[in-house]
Every structure is written in C-alpha cells, then in structure tokens.
C-alpha cells in the first residue's frame, strides 16, 4: 500500500511569494495532519482535519497559513506570502482516527530566501 | 500546557549493545497513548512503538521495547542489540486524550558505534 504522499519534496522560493505543499493520505484513513519541524520549536502540529472537517488550527502560526481538505484523498496546506521565518520541514500524516497511529509522509523541506 | 521531555539531546551506544532512552510527560488524564517515532537521516519519520495507557503490559516489537511507568508518568525505550542502522532521532509523542493532537519531545539523537 502506499503511504502518505507529499509533494513536493523542496521548495525555494523568495520572501512575498505563495507555497503551496499537498498532500495524499493514506487511503481509507479519516484524519489528516499538518505539522512543521524547526531546529528551534521542534515539531509542532498546525492543524488537523477529520473526515475532511478542520478541527483544530491553533497551532497556526497565522493567518498568512491556510490549509484546506476538498475530499478524502487530498489536502493542501498555503502560505502566503511566504517569510524566511517559514523556512521548515513540514509533514503531513493520516490515521484511522482518534487514538489511532499517525503514519508520516516524507516531509516537504521549504527554504523562504 | 502538557509536555514530553526528553532529557537526553544524544546517546551513543556501540553496536550490538544495549541503550535506553528516557520520556517523561505530563498529563491529567487517564486514558491516553504514548509513541516512539524515529526519524533517520532520511527525515522520514517511522512509528518503532506504541503503548496504551490502560494496558499494563509493555509494549515490545522485535528488537524495541518500552518501560511503561503510569504513576512516574515516565515511558522508556530500550533498543537491544543496536544496530548501525538505528543511528537516527527519535521522538516520543503522546496523544491527548479526547484529541487527535500528537505532543513530541525535542528528540535525542542516538549514534550507533561500530
């Protein structure tokens, strides 16, 4: 089976423009996640989603960040304008639901000059 | 707000030994899930373990297997016969009761010598 899909893998891109990171989850699988990786913060969850439904954003940075989920096979997570502060690896991962295990995709590495 | 600590930034251990990493959290509730995830060079970052709070027993996979203490609200990771292969970071995560929300550790990065 495959495994949560994220593309893409790099980005760099210049300060003041959009990025725009997807996301497939795993099939099957009801809750999707967004976090990010920094030396310094460590991982943060961002939002999640649950059968396509935002649940929790509060840990969005603000509101340059949105994420959206149109159906079960498909998210995106939009920074605009991107800063270099962004600059992050950013994951997306999916499980079966509460409680469950959350499977990780390969992580989207960004660079903001 | 509730936290994983995990107080050791680096470990090494030589292969084919033993090493254990140490995971302490807080938490009010009683029914929650506890998580070690490795992350190699790859970035990628891979469940090694999972342990339900309301399960006494250890949880143990292959080669992997925790120290699951409730009331210290402590949960270890002892890897036997290391491998170069286990050279990586490894995070332990808890899940919040009632929420889907994962709460990580700052890591420690284990070296494995040969």
């Known amino acids: 089976d495959a495994g949560v899909i994220q593309s893409p893998r790099h980005e760099v891109t210049e300060m003041g423009q959009e990025v725009t990171l997807r996301c497939k989850p795993i099939s099957g699988h009801n809750s999707l996640f967004w976090y990010r990786q920094t030396m310094m913060r460590g991982l943060e969850l961002l939002i999640y989603?649950?059968?396509?439904?935002?649940?929790?954003d509060s840990g969005m940075p603000e509101d340059r960040f949105s994420a959206k989920m149109p159906n079960a096979s498909f998210s995106t997570l939009k920074i605009q304008p991107s800063e270099p502060r962004d600059s992050a690896v950013y994951f997306c991962a999916s499980s079966l639901g509460r409680q469950e295990t959350q499977y990780f995709g390969p992580g989207t590495r960004l660079l903001v000059l | 707000a509730q936290t994983v600590t995990q107080s050791q930034p680096e470990m090494s251990v030589q292969e084919a030994e033993t090493v254990t990493l140490s995971c302490t959290y807080d938490t009010s509730e009683s029914d929650y899930y506890l998580f070690w995830y490795k992350q190699p060079p790859s970035r990628q970052m891979i469940l090694v373990i999972r342990q339900e709070a309301y399960k006494q027993q250890n949880a143990t996979e292959n080669r992997f297997s925790v120290n699951f203490q409730k009331a210290a609200k402590s949960f270890s990771l002892k890897i036997s016969d290391s491998q170069l292969g286990d050279a990586a970071m490894y995070f332990c995560?808890?899940?919040?009761?009632?929420?889907?929300?994962?709460?990580f550790g700052k890591g420690t990065k284990l070296t494995v010598n040969p």
């Open positions: 995560a808890r899940a919040q009761g009632g929420s889907e929300k994962l709460v």
């Open positions: 989603f649950n059968n396509n439904v935002p649940i929790d």
